[in-house]
């Protein structure tokens, strides 16, 4: 069997045998065949692109499935790299460093991540899609004061720019300055304009209510949230912790076996695994 490199040689041999022959005396007597030649190749190379884009796909799935298995994140990391990883790369522009740290924050590379969004940001001070992205991959270091700084600057820039805003609840819910994370979720809640920060607003108000123990706020924001984003795991994950707490172990159970339904390699349900398995310990 061929080898991929002795195959692109084979396509780069025929390249270069039809471009001579368009070069030659006779070209126009050939052309006929020389189109047919043509049409031979294109179709060829885009049958091996396809199959190429398919095995490009399930390396990624590896490479998700290999992360999920090895991960030691703390939760923190794990919730941040899930809102980021809605964000689409053709909605970042053509700025090399900004398509780079989006892709090294997906990857885990947040220190990479920090210098090549900080690169963007020399070259142009004001790219609101490079600064928001360096105020996510700042927050996945922990860096919160500098994330914080980042955001204001991209807020004073664009106002309604809801998945900054998100990011800056996130840090003040880490901050454990709870009124202002709640201020600035329910703002991004109630713009509706950006469908994941919406969201991921939900959950993080979740997020906030539980560590206050405010159990049946954080309860109707996890809801709201799975029902928003039926495929967003955490948000199960974490709304059997509110059921827990409040001592509905069934319900906690049904919430955590949803987890592993949904992606049994992904982290939160290895996370809600555990919690299976203490629960059922403590039931013996």
Same mark, same amino acid.
């Given at each position: 069997?061929?080898?991929?490199?002795?195959?692109?040689?084979?396509?780069?041999?025929?390249?270069?045998?039809?471009?001579?022959?368009?070069?030659?005396?006779?070209?126009?007597?050939?052309?006929?065949?020389?189109?047919?030649?043509?049409?031979?190749?294109?179709?060829?190379?885009?049958?091996?692109?396809?199959?190429?884009?398919?095995?490009?796909?399930?390396?990624?799935?590896?490479?998700?499935?290999?992360?999920?298995?090895?991960?030691?994140?703390?939760?923190?990391?794990?919730?941040?790299?899930?809102?980021?990883?809605?964000?689409?790369?053709?909605? %970042?522009?053509?700025?090399?460093?900004?398509?780079?740290?989006?892709?090294?924050?997906?990857?885990?590379?947040?220190?990479?991540?920090?210098?090549? %969004?900080?690169?963007?940001?020399?070259?142009?001070?004001?790219?609101?899609?490079?600064?928001?992205?360096?105020?996510?991959?700042?927050?996945?270091?922990?860096?919160?004061?500098?994330?914080?700084?980042?955001?204001?600057?991209?807020?004073?820039?664009?106002?309604?720019?809801?998945?900054?805003?998100?990011?800056?609840?996130?840090?003040?819910?880490?901050?454990?300055?709870?009124?202002?994370?709640?201020?600035?979720?329910?703002?991004?809640?109630?713009?509706?304009?950006?469908?994941?920060?919406?969201?991921?607003?939900?959950?993080? %108000?979740?997020?906030?209510?539980?560590?206050?123990?405010?159990?049946?706020?954080?309860?109707?924001?996890?809801?709201?949230?799975?029902?928003?984003?039926?495929?967003?795991?955490?948000?199960?994950?974490?709304?059997?912790?509110?059921?827990?707490?409040?001592?509905?172990?069934?319900?906690?159970?049904?919430?955590?076996?949803?987890?592993?339904?949904?992606?049994?390699?992904?982290?939160?349900?290895?996370?809600?695994?555990?919690?299976?398995?203490?629960?059922?310990?403590?039931?013996?």
């Amino acid at each position: 069997m061929a080898t991929l490199s002795e195959l692109v040689n084979d396509f780069q041999g025929k390249i270069a045998s039809i471009q001579q022959a368009l070069k030659s005396p006779d070209a126009k007597t050939q052309s006929a065949r020389l189109e047919q030649e043509i049409r031979s190749l294109y179709r060829e190379i885009a049958v091996g692109l396809k199959h190429l884009n398919a095995l490009h796909d399930s390396v990624k799935s590896l490479i998700d499935q290999y992360k999920s298995t090895a991960v030691s994140d703390d939760e923190s990391k794990v919730m941040i790299r899930s809102f980021v990883e809605t964000m689409r790369t053709d909605s %970042l522009g053509s700025s090399t460093y900004v398509a780079e740290g989006w892709n090294q924050i997906c990857s885990g590379e947040f220190e990479k991540a920090i210098s090549s %969004l900080s690169n963007a940001v020399k070259l142009n001070p004001n790219d609101t899609r490079a600064l928001g992205l360096l105020g996510w991959a700042y927050s996945y270091q922990g860096m919160y004061d500098d994330g914080l700084a980042v955001c204001l600057k991209v807020l004073q820039l664009e106002p309604n720019n809801d998945a900054v805003r998100n990011n800056l609840g996130f840090i003040s819910f880490k901050k454990g300055i709870f009124g202002e994370a709640i201020e600035h979720l329910s703002r991004v809640i109630k713009s509706g304009k950006d469908r994941p920060a919406v969201l991921y607003a939900h959950y993080y %108000l979740g997020l906030v209510y539980l560590e206050r123990q405010m159990l049946d706020d954080a309860m109707f924001f996890f809801s709201k949230a799975t029902v928003l984003g039926p495929n967003l795991i955490e948000a199960y994950y974490h709304l059997g912790q509110v059921y827990y707490h409040k001592k509905m172990y069934g319900a906690a159970l049904k919430e955590w076996e949803k987890c592993l339904k949904l992606s049994p390699h992904n982290w939160w349900a290895k996370k809600a695994a555990e919690q299976i398995e203490l629960l059922k310990n403590d039931e013996v």
